[in-house]
Every structure is written in C-alpha cells, then in structure tokens.
C-alpha cells in the first residue's frame, strides 16, 4: 500500500511586500500574491513558500481585472488597491534614494491605466499541435496562451488571432523559441521576432513566405527577424511631440505613450527659460522634438539606426529649434563637460544600468540644469549622488508607473546647481 506523506503547513502573517511584489513576512519568507496584514496558511521551502489558503485578507485586496491573474507572470499585483500600490512605489524610490543619503520631494505619481501599453513581447511556443501566444507562467517556463490582456491596448488584444498565425512559421524548426516584440504605431502593427534558431540555416525561404502571407493577411504594417526585414506594407510611424518618426526595427519606445508625454513634461518644465540643451540617451527622440519647440537640442545615441530616424524625422517636422544629433556611446565616450560649455540644461534617460560616467560628466559641466529620467530608482539614486556630490541638489522626483502592475517603477528626477 502507497502512503501519502501529509503536507505540514505553517500559518504566516504577512509584513509587506518585496522589491520584486511578492508578500514578504518578517522572517524573510517570500509568498506570492499575498498582501500586508494577511494571514496565511503555507507550505514553506526555503525562502519561498507556497500559499495555500488565505485565512485573513487584507481590506486593500482587490478582485484581479484579468482571468490570467495568478497564473500568468506578466503581473503580480493586480490583487492590491491603487492607492496602497502606488504608495509602495513611490517608498521604492525613496528607499533607493535613502540608501544614498538622498532626500527630496517625491510628487504625485503618474499612473497608466489599464489598455494602455503599445508594447507586448509575447512567447510563442506549439502545444499540442497549437500555437500558443502568451507569457511565462510565474516562476515557470510553461506558456500562458492569452486569450485577453488586461494592460494591453485593445488593438493588440484584436490582434492575437492574427498573430498566432503570424508565430506559426518562426516555429519551424524545433529549437526555436521566438518572442514576438509587437508594438501597435500610428499605422499599424510592428513585429520584429527573436529567438529563432539559426545555427541550422535560419528560417527557410518557405517559412519567411507563409510569414509575410500570414503578415498581409492580418494586416501587419512590418515583420523583422532580429532587425531583418521580412514584410512591410507601410512604414509603422509614432508620433512623438510634434514630429512624425519611421521606427526601425526593433527600435526603444515608450510602453505607454501618457507616460512618455507626462516625463516630457516634467522635463519641459525643469528647462523652461533654457536656450540649448542636450538630450542624451535620446533613442528616437521621444523628448528631442518636445525640447526642440522651446530650446536647440542637442541629440545623442548610441543606435545608429535611432539617431537616422531622429534626423529623418526633423526634417519633415516644422516650426522647431535647431536639432543636430549624433550616434555616440555615452557610456565608453560620454558627453564631456568641455562640450556642455554653451548648455543651459541637459536631460538624461540611460538604459537600466544607469549613466555613472555621464553623470561624472555633468557634475564637472557648468550646467545649471539637468532632468534625469530612469527606469532604475537604485542607479538613478547612484547616478543622483555623483551629481550631488558635485554640487547639484536633487529638488523633486515624479514616479512614473508606466507598468501597471508589475513591481517595476520608473522616475524623472530634476536636479538645479
């Protein structure tokens, strides 16, 4: 006879909520999809434990708004009310500035909503003869295949049938794993697909053409492998500001486009008064042609592609300052402070390992101003003490939750000498 061993359960209070939104319990026990204040009862495992009833819920617990919620990976705090949510974000920033022996206002957040996001990278794997187009389940390699998408604008939640059909071909060979970067633009929807084998000879030439008949038949405006072009029927085109950009494949965007105007407006208002500054880390120009309306900018990027885009696109953009823009490293080549002599302000928004050597930079400039805008608090917060080291004073920081729902938080901090 098969004995089934019983399952020894704990009964755990949950303290708060960790930097990944998992609830954490005063001895360091991580369990997710929990809140502060609840009780649970739990198998534990190490670090991690594994919730299997919740005895006590907390008042800020919220029905989930998505059917995948809970299995899916792509949120993990649909559960929890706004305002207690977005209160946890805003302490993140303040934690990481605190580390640094940073203090400064931390003003009301900007808060995406839900249908917003024009940007999805979904997985494509074949399951029993299907394709399915999803997520990672949480802590998984399994797919949740998406029948709907709660953050995600309404146009790509229509197009998932379509890009289903679109994802069969990529899966030619066995070891393919291709994500889907899809981002919906004024004209259309961009795909640019990664993760496809290529070591056996790459997609062959009848997969590349079911993939662009699959593309004209759902109305895809372009398909890329890994930046190869594939199909276009037009040009996918965003508007940034006043200008009109020709996106190249694969290229930086804003996940939600509210939340790009509301750091442009951060920016704009740090700057006013400023006749020249620079936009570092520019990608397309998100914030170039905004600063250009009020000041000649500066533009610097290390995506050659981005920064012909940039160019191509002011010079069909009218009534602007002078925009000159350059492909440059700032990371291994920074932005010297003997080339910042004539700027009044600059505006920074690096990738997620921060901008330590630019930063370097600005602090031996003579700039009186500068924006930094990060999608990292804990190197925003580094890249912060250099410059408040060299004279700078951090005055304010706006949080911006352009992922709704997930624990990640993104900032635009303003810094006057």
């Known amino acids: 006879m098969t004995v089934i061993p019983s399952i020894e359960t704990s009964d755990l209070v949950i303290d708060s909520i960790g930097a990944q939104g998992d609830g954490l319990t005063a001895d360091r026990h991580y369990a997710p999809l929990t809140l502060p204040g609840e009780r649970v009862r739990a198998r534990v495992s190490g670090e991690r434990v594994e919730v299997l009833e919740i005895l006590a819920a907390s008042p800020d617990r919220v029905t989930p708004p998505c ?21 946890w974000k805003q302490e993140q920033i303040r934690q990481a500035l605190g580390r640094e022996g940073l203090e400064t206002e931390i003003t009301a957040p900007f808060a995406a909503g839900p249908g917003e996001r024009r940007r999805l990278a979904l997985h494509a794997r074949r399951i029993d003869g299907h394709v399915a187009l999803g997520f990672k389940a949480r802590r998984s390699w399994r797919l949740v295949d998406l029948e709907v998408c709660t953050i995600a604008h309404p146009r790509l939640v229509a197009a998932l049938p379509a890009l289903r059909k679109l994802a069969a071909p990529f899966l030619e060979n066995p070891k393919s794993a291709p994500t889907l970067h899809v981002t919906w ?6 795909v640019d697909v990664t993760g496809v084998e290529r070591r056996s ?8 053409t079911r993939a662009a008949e699959a593309a004209a038949e759902g109305d895809v405006a372009r398909v890329t492998l890994a930046g190869e072009m594939l199909y276009q029927s037009r040009a996918p085109v965003v508007r940034l500001g006043p200008a009109l950009v020709a996106l190249p494949p694969g290229s930086f965007l804003q996940a939600v486009p509210a939340a790009e105007a509301a750091m442009a407006e951060v920016a704009l208002a740090a700057l006013e008064g400023a006749s020249k500054v620079a936009d570092l880390y520019c990608g397309v120009g998100a914030f170039t042609f905004r600063l ?6 500066h533009a610097a990027d290390s995506s050659v592609p981005a920064i012909q885009a940039l160019i191509a696109a002011n010079g069909s953009a009218a009534g602007l300052k002078a925009i000159t823009a350059e492909a440059r490293d700032l990371s291994r080549r920074p932005l010297l402070a003997m080339e910042m002599k004539k700027l009044d302000g600059v505006v920074f928004d690096p990738p997620r390992a921060g901008a330590a050597e630019q930063a370097a930079e600005i602090g031996r400039s003579k700039v009186a101003r500068a924006v930094g805008i990060s999608c990292n608090p804990v190197t925003f917060a580094r890249d912060a003490r250099i410059l408040a080291d060299a004279g700078f004073a951090l005055t304010s920081v706006k949080p911006i939750d352009q992922f709704l729902w997930s624990p990640h938080i993104e900032l635009v901090g303003v810094f006057v000498r």
Not at 185 to 190: K, M, R
Not at 201 to 208: E, I, N, Q, V
Not at 292 to 297: D, G, H, L, R, T
């Open 67 to 87: 059917p995948h919620f809970g299995d899916c990976g792509g949120c993990a705090l649909q559960h929890w009310a706004s305002a207690p949510y977005l209160a």
């Open 185 to 190: 633009t004024g004209s259309g929807l961009d």
């Open 201 to 208: 000879g790459g997609l062959s030439t009848a997969a590349r």
């Open 292 to 297: 250009a309306q009020k000041a000649s900018v």
